[in-house]
Every structure is written in C-alpha cells, then in structure tokens.
C-alpha cells in the first residue's frame, strides 16, 4: 500500500510531514521537521509531533490547520520520514540517499545542505 506523503507548513509556522488523507482531509502520523545549523551546513531533524511527550509517530491533524502544502517532497527525506514512522529500513538504490546520511528518525540529525544548494 502506498503513502501520499507531503510536506505541510501549518499555521503555527511548523513544518509538517506526514501521510496526507484526502478523503478526510487530515495529516496522518504526522512529524515535525527542524532545520539545525552546524558546521557542516544544514541539517534536518525528524521528530514526532507530540515531542518530547510522545516518542512515536502517530496521531492526526486536520486539514484546517494547514496553511501551506509544498508542491513537492524530496524523496529522501519522504523515505527517512517511513523509515523512522514504521521503524523499518527500506532499501535504497546506489547505496544512499543523496549524500543525506545517517537516520533522521526519532531526533538524529542528517546533512540536507546539498538538498537546499542549487
């Protein structure tokens, strides 16, 4: 079964991903995330939304409180958001995912800098 997974900015300036419900129109097992400076540039958290309270990705927010929907969703970052929702490690060709890294589930961080470099 595929995911409809979207990048949401909601109207309290948080950015969202999660899997889009159209038919309710609702953000389902949404994650927060966070944009962190380092040395290395910039880096990406991925964090459930009911952080530090709630340690897994679940829940739902309605459609209402979304303010923006991105046109797009880098596919690495739709891939760590379904590893880190479903706790398993899905496969990815070239061995990588674009110079990303590491694992943004549950709070680790990862280089998306390349992502945000024309």
């Known amino acids: 079964m595929g995911y409809d ?17 159209e038919a309710n ?12 400076p380092s040395q290395q540039g910039v880096q990406m958290m991925i964090l459930p939304f009911g ?22 969703c880098p596919e690495d970052i739709s891939t760590k958001y ?11 060709p070239s061995g990588g995912l674009g110079g990303l890294g590491g694992s943004m ?3 680790n961080v990862s280089d998306i800098s390349k992502l945000l470099k024309k």
């Open 5 to 21: 997974v979207k990048l949401f900015k909601l109207i309290n300036g948080d950015m969202v991903i999660g899997k889009w419900d």
């Open 25 to 36: 129109n609702k953000i389902n097992d949404p994650a927060v995330l966070q944009t962190v």
């Open 105 to 107: 589930g549950g709070g």
């Open 82 to 92: 379904l590893e880190a929702a479903s706790n398993l490690t899905l496969s990815a």
């Open 51 to 72: 952080y530090p309270f709630d340690n897994d990705i679940e829940g739902e927010i309605d459609g209402r409180h979304i303010i923006y929907t991105y046109k797009n």
